[in-house]
């Protein structure tokens, strides 16, 4: 009998991102190694009836998982909401009342293709950090980034983490009574919600994972455009590897509505997956041709001069 790996992972969503989180599940799936084992945890508002017939199917496609559900009350109802990220974002800080059989756990956003196996990740020794996660390099290199954590005497500068990957040390959490703190600050106005407050709360108590685990918009910026703003962090190895191999995190414009970075790798993990419509493919990638036909020849010049000119202004 093969020993298992078993890596506990959480999402949370709603019925408007099934499909996304079906490719996401898809591609974690596509690339577990043989002896691990996914034990899946789905959160979601009680208020909703989530529609699990797709999300059931992946047990059945894949053997080497499973998928419960968890249902969250109403904690989060008058968190502050903005940009029009809901409530549900704020689940995750939930997650050590919500799933208390583990004693760490991974968090995951929905909108991730991972291309990469998480035992390894899963198994690092978190000590007496509380989470453990990527730098958010948009935050901590760019001018709005910098003054924006500058204006909080909370927040640290080069430290401020991205939370739509993170390993959840829920033992610790637990025993030091942090899940409060996490509620207190969820009321507080803040721009960027859960993510502030896991970087306040957590503060000093943080595990920064490599780059990889986590390639948002800027990663792939930063990494590709100016890599010696980032070299003190990351080897050039590290660097390339992610390039090639890290999970991507589509947290800016999201592949299957338009075209955003990367939107090919998450389309050919979509084609790959058990989930594909010819259909919806078709009709994503014809509107597309449709809408470059009806263009006069004046805008398709200026989309070539951005492309070609301005493509490769510097950050």
Same mark, same amino acid.
């Given at each position: 009998? *093969?020993?298992?790996?078993?890596?506990?992972?959480?999402?949370?969503?709603?019925?408007?991102? #099934? +499909?996304?989180?079906?490719?996401?599940?898809?591609?974690?799936?596509?690339?577990?190694?043989?002896?691990?084992?996914?034990?899946? %945890?789905?959160?979601?508002?009680?208020?909703?009836? &989530?529609?699990?017939?797709?999300?059931?199917?992946?047990?059945?496609?894949?053997?080497?998982?499973?998928?419960?559900?968890? =249902? /969250?009350?109403? *904690? %989060?109802?008058?968190?502050?909401?903005?940009?029009?990220?809901?409530?549900?974002? $704020?689940?995750? @800080?939930?997650?050590?009342?919500?799933?208390?059989?583990?004693?760490?756990?991974?968090?995951?956003? /929905?909108?991730?293709?991972?291309?990469?196996? &998480?035992?390894? /990740?899963?198994? @690092?020794?978190?000590?007496?950090?509380?989470?453990?996660?990527? !730098?958010?390099?948009?935050?901590?290199?760019?001018?709005?980034?910098?003054? $924006?954590?500058?204006?909080?005497?909370?927040?640290?500068?080069?430290?401020?983490? =991205?939370?739509?990957?993170?390993?959840?040390?829920?033992?610790?959490?637990?025993?030091?009574? #942090?899940?409060? =703190?996490?509620?207190?600050?969820?009321?507080?106005? +803040?721009?960027? =919600?859960?993510?502030?407050? @896991?970087?306040?709360?957590?503060?000093?108590?943080?595990?920064?994972?490599?780059?990889?685990?986590?390639?948002?918009?800027?990663?792939? &910026?930063?990494?590709? !455009?100016?890599?010696? @703003?980032?070299?003190?962090?990351?080897?050039?190895?590290?660097?390339?590897?992610?390039?090639?191999?890290?999970?991507?995190?589509?947290?800016?414009?999201?592949?299957?509505?338009?075209?955003?970075?990367?939107?090919? #790798?998450?389309?050919?993990?979509? !084609?790959?997956?058990?989930?594909?419509?010819?259909?919806?493919?078709?009709?994503?990638?014809?509107? !597309? &041709?449709?809408?470059?036909?009806?263009?006069?020849?004046?805008?398709?010049?200026?989309?070539?001069?951005?492309?070609?000119?301005?493509?490769?202004?510097? /950050?």
């Amino acid at each position: 009998i *093969t020993i298992m790996n078993i890596v506990p992972i959480a999402f949370a969503f709603d019925n408007n991102l #099934i +499909l996304p989180a079906c490719v996401c599940i898809s591609s974690l799936m596509m690339n577990a190694k043989e002896d691990t084992f996914y034990d899946i %945890f789905i959160l979601h508002s009680s208020d909703i009836a &989530l529609k699990k017939e797709e999300l059931n199917k992946l047990p059945q496609y894949y053997k080497n998982c499973r998928i419960q559900y968890r =249902q /969250v009350d109403h *904690t %989060f109802d008058s968190a502050f909401e903005i940009r029009g990220i809901t409530a549900a974002t $704020y689940y995750r @800080l939930l997650i050590p009342e919500l799933i208390p059989e583990y004693d760490k756990i991974i968090y995951a956003d /929905v909108d991730i293709i991972f291309r990469m196996d &998480l035992s390894s /990740v899963y198994n @690092l020794n978190l000590g007496n950090n509380y989470i453990a996660a990527t !730098r958010e390099l948009g935050m901590n290199f760019t001018e709005d980034g910098k003054k $924006y954590i500058n204006s909080m005497k909370e927040l640290s500068l080069g430290k401020y983490i =991205q939370a739509g990957f993170i390993i959840i040390n829920t033992k610790v959490l637990k025993d030091e009574n #942090i899940i409060s =703190q996490f509620k207190n600050w969820s009321n507080k106005k +803040l721009r960027f =919600q859960d993510q502030d407050i @896991l970087n306040i709360v957590c503060k000093g108590r943080i595990l920064y994972l490599s780059l990889e685990y986590n390639m948002t918009d800027y990663s792939y &910026l930063f990494a590709m !455009r100016r890599p010696e @703003l980032i070299k003190d962090l990351f080897s050039n190895k590290t660097i390339d590897f992610a390039i090639n191999h890290g999970n991507i995190h589509f947290n800016g414009h999201k592949p299957w509505k338009k075209y955003s970075v990367n939107f090919d #790798i998450w389309w050919e993990y979509y !084609r790959k997956s058990s989930f594909f419509d010819e259909k919806f493919y078709f009709e994503f990638f014809y509107k !597309r &041709l449709n809408e470059l036909d009806q263009l006069s020849l004046w805008k398709r010049i200026k989309i070539l001069i951005r492309y070609f000119v301005y493509g490769k202004r510097e /950050v």
